[in-house]
């Protein structure tokens, strides 16, 4: 018996990377999986290895999004687990050199793919009482990285999003969480100077270890967290603290109730509180 037996998956960006190491342990612990992607070829080869179906989707494009929900729902009667992994880089670390057409295919991928995919899924968990979403942000959402600072950009607005959504989805019975890897050893990185890294010795995460990570989300009871991925550690929830929390200089309250999450209302050092 599989952990995911009887579950369904959408895994975007499946054909490749992350994504695809992702749908192969998905597909092991028993779930049918969708593997969602712009790579036809290489989406179909990886959907048939693993017994379940291939999507072309552009997961920046919201209208794509609803007719996936309804594919998956109509071939196996509902949804249980997304995946939103699809990603890009700009290609140009020089801010002032990026062209419009970089920014807007980052910022379609990074970040317009995982909010229409969250807003495509909830409807469908929700039908099906609960489920478990796991978006890959990076460790360039929780750190500056001067490498790339829109792919940097769009990883810290995955993480924002995801620590603010529990309120809203738990009481529907889901959960989110995004995994934050260090630099993995997949294609994308050959745009980020793949041959110095390699060259220095730095040692690059395999991606069946961040797959690991994400089922870990995927099973366990945890919300809101950012987990970090990095060579030779445990997946560890990042500890965010050091901002001023949301309370009203000298009060004790939190004001207003509800609205900020819970893990940012602790009086925290660094500032006023
Ligand atoms: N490789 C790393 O070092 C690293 C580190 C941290 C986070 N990440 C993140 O992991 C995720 C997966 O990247 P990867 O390293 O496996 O790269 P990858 O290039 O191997 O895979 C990315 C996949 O996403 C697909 N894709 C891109 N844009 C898409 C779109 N608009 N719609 C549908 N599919 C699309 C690509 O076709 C590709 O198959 C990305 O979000 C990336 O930012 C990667």
Not at 136 to 152: E, R
Not at 214 to 228: I, R
Not at 232 to 246: D, S
């Amino acid at each position: 018996m599989g952990d995911l037996d009887g579950k369904v998956a959408i895994v975007t960006g499946g054909a490749s990377g992350i994504g695809l190491a992702s749908a192969t342990r998905m597909a092991a612990a028993g779930a049918s999986v969708v593997v969602v992607d712009l790579d036809e070829e290489r989406g179909n080869a990886a959907a048939e290895g693993l017994g379940g179906i291939f999507a072309r989707a552009d997961v920046s494009r919201p209208e794509e999004w609803e007719s996936l929900v309804e594919l998956v729902e109509r071939t196996y009667g509902g949804l249980d687990v997304a995946h939103l992994n699809a990603g890009v880089t700009t290609g140009e670390g020089d801010v002032s050199r990026m062209t419009v057409e970089q920014y807007r295919r980052i910022l379609g991928a990074n970040v317009d793919g995982v909010v229409f995919g969250i807003r495509a899924v909830v409807p469908a968990m929700a039908r099906r009482q609960g489920g478990a979403i796991v978006a890959t942000a990076s460790l360039a959402g929780l750190i500056a990285f001067a490498g790339d600072p829109v792919y940097t950009l769009t990883k810290h607005a995955v993480v924002g999003l995801v620590r603010s959504l529990p309120q809203q989805l738990s009481p529907l019975g889901i959960r989110v969480n995004a995994v934050c890897p260090g630099l993995v050893d997949t294609p994308l990185i050959d745009g980020l100077a793949r041959d110095t890294l390699e060259g220095a010795g730095f040692p690059l995460i395999d991606p069946d270890e961040v797959a690991a990570a994400v089922l870990g989300c995927v099973l366990g009871d945890s919300t809101g967290q950012a987990v970090v991925v990095q060579v030779g550690l445990e997946p560890v929830a990042y500890r965010f603290g050091g901002a001023p929390g949301p309370r009203l200089p000298g009060s004790e309250g939190v004001l207003p109730p509800g609205i900020f999450a819970a893990h940012d209302q602790a009086p925290a050092g660094g500032g006023p509180g």
